[in-house]
């Protein structure tokens, strides 16, 4: 491998497992944004912007600490029913929102950007739309039971890498995407960058 470090701006654990199944060398360092803020100012219709946006604070945020590392940002919106999804802050807020999605369809937009020295060299976006089955309460009950407050720590209520898979009946798009990256256009950009080998 290079001598580049590479950083990773995210406290997710699907985004962590992405690199390392890929063999990147990485470490993390959260990075401390007031999300809710990038938010407040952020056309709300623009979900797939705002998912780049928050990588790009998330990458930024960290390089300003660490100018001589790559810094990679990555965050996730869900588009659903004409707005904005954000995490659900309870299980029974959960159990609403994934009865509303019920045989409907949303959109999963991942974001990600690369930073060195405090500035953006690259960043992009990636979209999966995702279409639910129209499944039973007792499944739902069921799942929430099995999956628990883990939930909460995903945009959709949902992990597709676990049984949430059953929750869908189709998905158009990439697999990473929907994990909460778009893995390729990353790998392509950290060799680019000098962090893996071309």
Excluded: I
Excluded at 7 to 20: D, G, Q, T
Excluded at 120 to 132: I, N
Excluded at 142 to 156: F, I, K, M
């Amino acid at each position: 491998m290079s001598g580049e470090r590479l950083v990773l701006a995210s406290k997710s654990a699907a985004r962590r497992a992405m690199l390392e199944g890929a063999g990147v060398p990485f470490s993390v360092q959260v990075a401390d944004v007031d999300e809710d803020a990038v938010k407040a100012v952020h056309d709300p219709a623009d979900a797939a912007g705002l998912a780049v946006e928050l990588a790009r604070v998330k990458a930024l945020a960290v390089s300003r600490h660490d100018p001589e590392a790559w810094v990679l940002g990555a965050d996730q919106t869900l588009a659903f029913a004409g707005g904005l999804v954000s995490k659900a802050p309870s299980m029974a807020a959960a159990r609403d929102r994934l009865g509303l999605m019920r045989g409907r369809t949303h959109q999963l937009h991942s974001g990600a950007a690369l930073a060195c020295n405090g500035q953006v060299v690259w960043s992009g976006v990636d979209t999966a739309t995702l279409r639910m089955r129209d499944f039973s309460d007792a499944f739902l009950d069921a799942y929430l039971a099995a999956e628990g407050e883990a939930l909460l720590g995903s945009v959709g209520s949902y992990r597709l890498e676990g049984m949430g898979s059953q929750l869908f009946e189709a998905v158009e798009g990439d697999y990473f995407t929907v994990l909460g990256m778009p893995l390729w256009p990353v790998l392509a950009e950290l060799r680019r960058a000098g962090v893996l080998t071309t």
